[in-house]
């Protein structure tokens, strides 16, 4: 895979999780990259793991909602490192999300519709309109945006999540049509169940849940935030320089199965495994 020696990386969310590694996948292979992230402690840990391993980066302490924060954003990879080729906008966090998104059209609050939209929707419409004039100027860039296999498929009750991530295949297509011509490629990853910092502590509690998880999946396992930064640099790579406006699913095969088959499959697991504490089981019970 080529390296990318001399460019300059924003990933935003880059503290913990997919974005955490991305942006530590990007500075091993000579990206200066830089870190734009609400968690200042975890991010500056990520910093500094990325500065002893002779890598470079930094931290941008930007909440994503916030327009004027995007662009700040984008100015400070300018002015620290002198531009931005690469913006991979993954910030979102379900396990540490202020809001709760969860909710149909008639529970969920409009506050949280428009803190969902603002974080997984709005702010990659503005880091694109604020770093693609610099693209422009180069005739080269990558964009990509973090969508989910819920971009395709629907759990109930989950209108903001889903509405939100299903755009992002939509906002992705169309500008990498927008800006084909200058050479600025745009493509989504849909990533299926992966095992974040804060996903392990949750199965930590729970390991016979993780264990269901993971039957779920054709290959018998959930995915690793590795998984999806080493998609995300293949995209971003001169072996990917065709693809453009494409929206990559990593999910281990799990959207690609019969759901009614795949419902007898699950169905027969817990009967055959009855210790086994089915995730958010109590939730569905009372419906
Ligand atoms: N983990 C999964 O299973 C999974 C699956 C599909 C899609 N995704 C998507 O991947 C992306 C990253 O998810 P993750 O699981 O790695 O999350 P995570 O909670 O592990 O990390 C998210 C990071 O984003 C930061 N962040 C959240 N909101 C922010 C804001 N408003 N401003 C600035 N920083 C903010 C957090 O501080 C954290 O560092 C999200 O877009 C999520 O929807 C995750």
């Given at each position: 895979m080529s390296s990318f020696e001399s460019q300059v990386v924003i990933v935003t969310g880059?503290?913990?999780g997919i974005g955490g590694a991305t942006a530590r996948r990007f500075a091993k292979e000579g990206a200066k990259v830089l870190i734009a992230d609400f968690n200042e402690e975890a991010a500056t840990k990520n910093v500094n793991l990325i500065l002893s391993q002779g890598g470079i980066a930094a931290f941008s302490h930007i909440d994503i909602s916030k327009s004027e924060d995007v662009n700040r954003m984008v100015q400070e990879a300018i002015r620290q490192f002198g531009g931005v080729d690469v913006l991979v906008q993954n910030a979102f966090s379900?396990?540490?999300?202020?809001?709760?998104?969860?909710?149909s059209a008639v529970t969920v609050k409009e506050e949280s519709w428009d803190y969902g939209m603002d974080v997984m929707l709005k702010a990659l419409y503005l880091g694109a309109k604020h770093c693609i004039p610099h693209m422009q100027r180069k005739q080269f860039g990558n964009i990509i945006n973090i969508a989910s296999v819920h971009s395709f498929l629907q759990e109930p009750n989950m209108l903001v999540y889903e509405t939100a991530k299903a755009a992002v295949v939509g906002l992705t297509r169309q500008m990498a049509v927008d800006f084909g011509p200058d050479n600025i490629r745009v493509n989504a990853i849909a990533p299926g169940h992966i095992v974040t910092e804060g996903l392990q502590k949750v199965w930590t509690q729970n390991p016979s849940g993780l264990q269901f998880f993971e039957n779920q999946y054709p290959l018998r396992k959930t995915g690793v935030p590795d998984d999806i930064a080493d998609g995300i640099a293949f995209l971003c790579s001169e072996q990917a320089s065709f693809i453009t406006g494409h929206t990559l699913v990593i999910d281990g095969g799990l959207s690609i199965q019969l759901q009614e088959k795949f419902g007898i499959q699950q169905g027969v697991f817990a009967r055959k495994h009855p210790e086994v504490q089915i995730p958010d089981a109590a939730y569905y019970e009372e419906k």
């Open positions: 880059g503290a913990l379900v396990v540490a999300g202020e809001n709760n998104i969860h909710g």
